[in-house]
């Protein structure tokens, strides 16, 4: 038989129906004999007393087993001692949990009823509400009523992320930054071990761009849309991009930034999602109409002629091209005019003189400037230099490829009609047979006299 506190009234403890007996001990015969009495009438658990007691799912082990004078101290007739300081008795069976860094309010207060019902509960551990509800009964439930809702959140898993008692880290986390979010997303984890270059706010903390319980957009994003996100770190690229007038068509599709960059981690720099050009290409493969005009199947272009342009050997379209847009025709860096025609004028041409030498078009003669000269009689000067009817490079040459050398093309257009260059090169020279002139021919070594 079990012994309780001496001085304590007898009681009747309830297990699996059964009425037991507690006597409290060496006390005189007359005193036994009423608490033999009482204890007939008495008991914590009767029909019209505590009926419910002991009935639930999860009972408290002093409960199921009638001990109900381990917690409650009898002082009289159905009377007990007050308990002032729940936490302080928990302790007498249950060990201490606040000894680390970060204690949850509660257990640091010693207020494990706030969570925990002493006697039962539907609910494992005697919580005095499932999952998240218990959570909710403190913490703002603003933060879960929202349009997309994190999965364990969802679920009411609070404890997948937070610890319920105490912990080293802050928040209560289970694990410290991005690894706590690894522990689910572990394609992310792997991603972030084997590649090149990873974006920064992702690297230092995924709260930097996502909220770890619930979001009125997308992936828990606190804005509207991936872009808006984007721009409040990339500020320059967002007066940029609204500056432009000539728009990069990519940045009004569905995804917008994310059609070129990845927001976690790349194989190449600028987060992009591919090889620049290879990237470039995923779109480039066929031919659109825009307000400046056709644009070509630049992939086949390419395939199809072999003599490529600098910048494009180098797989590098934003050499000349702004991917995010610009002032210019067909988003180039710099101002490039897209006529036959244009009175010289060095700022036409930034575009060009960002690689090629300015004196290329403004020294009238020359040795070693040019390739395209009849003698020392710079070529480029006679067919560039003029105030009326200056021939612009794209008059010649191609920007992309051709199968000619030095990118010079079989035809430009001319309005509706193809002019057609007729180029011909020779070891020192060369000679042209456009359709805006008779044909004429240069040579280095020996100049040519044209009639």
């Given at each position: 038989?079990?012994?309780?506190?001496?001085?304590?009234?007898?009681v009747?403890?309830?297990v699996?129906g059964?009425?037991?007996?507690?006597?409290?001990?060496s006390?005189?015969n007359?005193?036994?004999?009423?608490a033999?009495?009482?204890a007939?009438n008495?008991s914590?658990v009767?029909?019209k007393?505590h009926?419910?007691?002991?009935?639930e799912?999860?009972?408290h082990g002093?409960?199921?087993?009638?001990?109900c004078?381990?917690?409650?101290?009898?002082?009289g007739n159905?009377?007990?001692?007050?308990?002032?300081?729940?936490?302080?008795?928990?302790?007498?069976?249950?060990?201490?949990?606040?000894?680390?860094?970060?204690?949850?309010a509660?257990?640091r207060?010693?207020k494990?009823?706030?969570?925990h019902?002493?006697?039962q509960?539907?609910?494992?551990?005697q919580?005095?509400?499932?999952?998240?509800?218990?959570?909710l009964?403190?913490?703002?439930?603003?933060?879960v009523?929202t349009?997309?809702?994190?999965g364990?959140v969802?679920?009411?898993?609070?404890?997948?992320?937070?610890?319920?008692?105490?912990?080293?880290?802050?928040?209560l986390?289970v694990a410290?930054?991005?690894?706590?979010?690894f522990?689910c997303?572990?394609?992310?984890?792997?991603?972030?071990?084997?590649?090149?270059?990873?974006?920064?706010?992702?690297?230092?903390?995924?709260?930097m761009?996502?909220?770890?319980?619930g979001?009125?957009?997308?992936?828990?994003?606190?804005?509207?849309?991936?872009?808006g996100l984007?721009?409040s770190?990339?500020?320059?690229?967002?007066?940029?991009?609204?500056?432009?007038?000539?728009?990069?068509?990519?940045l009004?599709t569905?995804k917008?930034?994310?059609?070129?960059?990845?927001?976690?981690?790349a194989?190449?720099?600028k987060?992009l999602?591919?090889?620049p050009?290879d990237?470039?290409?995923?779109?480039?493969?066929r031919?659109?109409?825009?307000?400046?005009?056709?644009?070509?199947n630049?992939?086949e272009?390419l395939?199809?002629?072999i003599?490529?342009?600098?910048?494009i050997?180098?797989?590098d379209?934003?050499?000349?091209?702004?991917?995010?847009?610009?002032?210019?025709?067909?988003?180039?860096?710099?101002?490039?005019?897209?006529?036959?025609y244009?009175?010289?004028?060095?700022?036409?041409?930034?575009?060009?003189?960002?690689?090629?030498?300015?004196?290329l078009?403004s020294?009238e003669s020359?040795?070693?400037?040019?390739?395209?000269?009849?003698?020392r009689?710079?070529?480029?000067?006679?067919?560039?230099?003029?105030?009326?009817?200056?021939?612009?490079?794209?008059?010649c040459?191609?920007?992309?490829?051709?199968?000619?050398?030095r990118?010079?093309r079989?035809?430009?257009?001319?309005?509706?009609?193809?002019?057609?260059?007729?180029?011909?090169?020779?070891e020192?020279?060369?000679?042209?047979?456009?359709?805006?002139?008779k044909k004429?021919?240069?040579?280095?070594?020996?100049?040519?006299?044209?009639?």
């Amino acid at each position: 038989m079990k012994r309780i506190r001496s001085g304590v009234a007898p009681v009747a403890a309830a297990v699996v129906g059964a009425l037991i007996l507690i006597p409290y001990g060496s006390h005189d015969n007359a005193r036994a004999t009423d608490a033999k009495a009482a204890a007939a009438n008495e008991s914590c658990v009767t029909d019209k007393c505590h009926a419910g007691m002991g009935k639930e799912k999860f009972v408290h082990g002093p409960v199921a087993s009638g001990s109900c004078t381990s917690c409650h101290i009898p002082t009289g007739n159905h009377k007990f001692k007050p308990i002032t300081n729940s936490g302080k008795l928990c302790l007498d069976c249950h060990e201490r949990l606040d000894s680390r860094k970060v204690v949850h309010a509660p257990v640091r207060a010693g207020k494990c009823t706030t969570c925990h019902d002493p006697h039962q509960s539907p609910n494992k551990f005697q919580l005095r509400k499932a999952g998240g509800e218990l959570c909710l009964l403190c913490h703002d439930r603003a933060m879960v009523s929202t349009k997309f809702v994190h999965g364990p959140v969802s679920v009411g898993d609070c404890t997948a992320c937070h610890n319920p008692h105490q912990g080293d880290i802050p928040k209560l986390l289970v694990a410290k930054g991005n690894d706590l979010c690894f522990t689910c997303h572990t394609d992310k984890a792997e991603a972030f071990k084997s590649s090149k270059f990873s974006h920064a706010p992702a690297k230092d903390s995924c709260l930097m761009c996502h909220s770890p319980h619930g979001g009125n957009f997308r992936y828990n994003l606190p804005t509207d849309g991936e872009q808006g996100l984007c721009f409040s770190c990339h500020a320059s690229k967002q007066q940029e991009i609204a500056e432009a007038t000539t728009k990069h068509k990519g940045l009004e599709t569905s995804k917008k930034c994310l059609a070129c960059h990845d927001p976690h981690v790349a194989g190449y720099p600028k987060q992009l999602r591919a090889q620049p050009m290879d990237l470039c290409m995923t779109c480039h493969d066929r031919e659109y109409n825009s307000p400046t005009g056709r644009t070509a199947n630049m992939k086949e272009l390419l395939a199809k002629n072999i003599d490529h342009h600098g910048p494009i050997k180098e797989k590098d379209c934003s050499s000349c091209h702004n991917t995010h847009g610009s002032k210019n025709f067909r988003m180039l860096r710099e101002y490039f005019p897209p006529v036959f025609y244009s009175g010289y004028n060095p700022d036409n041409y930034k575009l060009c003189f960002m690689c090629h030498e300015q004196t290329l078009a403004s020294e009238e003669s020359t040795t070693t400037m040019t390739g395209f000269r009849n003698g020392r009689k710079n070529l480029h000067y006679v067919h560039v230099n003029k105030q009326t009817k200056g021939r612009t490079c794209r008059a010649c040459h191609d920007a992309h490829a051709t199968n000619n050398p030095r990118h010079i093309r079989d035809a430009v257009p001319f309005g509706a009609w193809k002019l057609p260059v007729g180029f011909t090169k020779t070891e020192t020279g060369g000679s042209c047979l456009p359709g805006c002139h008779k044909k004429v021919s240069y040579d280095r070594d020996k100049p040519v006299e044209n009639n």
